[in-house]
Structure formats: structure tokens, C-alpha cells
């Protein structure tokens, strides 16, 4: 019931700016945290940011000064800010919902969008 669609991937040279968002949609109860992972080729999968229901912000230690995780006033939609874009942030970029739902009983479920590619090259 609930869709997450992202969009602002993209192909951009290095130094470069992007800006990334999903908003997520259907049957909302109550957002816990809304965030960013990655995973570029051969790698793992990463926390790149996220931002709780209280406005509490984290990033990985890379992206600190570069990245900003912001949401809207609905607190439905983030968005992920990267500027100084390096050839090493070329991942595909996934949303990231944690969602407090209920049916009988109250349950945390999470959601993933399908990824958005970036692709930082020159």
C-alpha cells in the first residue's frame, strides 16, 4: 500500500551538484525516520543520511559537509542535497522509509525504493 517514488538521479562531473528526492505515498500511519542508503558495484550496501520524526539528522562520514538531508512540512517527502559530488559517490541511491503501521496490533514495517542511479564522471 505504500510506494516510494525517487527522483533527481542523473550524470554529473565531478564537483558537480544533484539534487535527490522521494516522496512516499498510499497508506501513511506514522514515519518514524526517513533516509538514504547507497550501493555502488562490488560494494555493500550504506547509510548515506537520514532524518528521524523529530528533525534529528545522521550522515555518514564521507558525505558530512557535502550531503543535506531535508524533509517537507508533511514529513512525506525527503530530499538529499549533494554538492562537491565525487567520482567515489557514483552509487545507486535507495529511500529509505521506517513506518510505524497497524492492523490489531501496532508493528514497524520498512520500505525501499527502487534506486535511482548516480553517476559522478568526467
Known amino acids: 500500500q505504500v510506494q516510494l517514488v525517487e527522483s533527481g538521479g542523473g550524470l554529473v562531473q565531478p564537483g558537480g551538484s544533484l539534487r535527490l528526492s522521494c516522496a512516499a505515498s498510499g497508506s501513511i500511519f506514522s514515519i518514524n525516520a526517513m533516509g538514504w542508503y547507497r550501493q555502488a558495484p562490488g560494494k555493500q550496501r550504506e547509510l548515506v543520511a537520514s532524518?528521524?520524526?523529530?528533525?534529528?539528522?545522521n550522515y555518514t562520514d564521507s558525505v558530512k559537509g557535502r550531503f543535506t538531508i531535508s524533509r517537507d512540512n508533511a514529513k512525506t517527502t525527503v530530499s538529499l542535497q549533494m554538492n562537491s559530488l565525487k567520482p567515489e559517490d557514483t552509487a545507486v541511491y535507495y529511500c529509505?522509509?521506517?513506518?510505524?503501521?497497524?492492523?490489531?496490533?501496532?508493528?514497524?514495517?520498512?520500505?525501499w525504493g527502487e534506486g535511482t542511479q548516480v553517476t559522478v564522471s568526467s
Open positions: 532524518i528521524t520524526k523529530g528533525g534529528s539528522t
Open positions: 529509505n522509509v521506517d513506518m510505524t503501521e497497524y492492523n490489531r496490533h501496532w508493528y514497524r514495517r520498512v520500505y
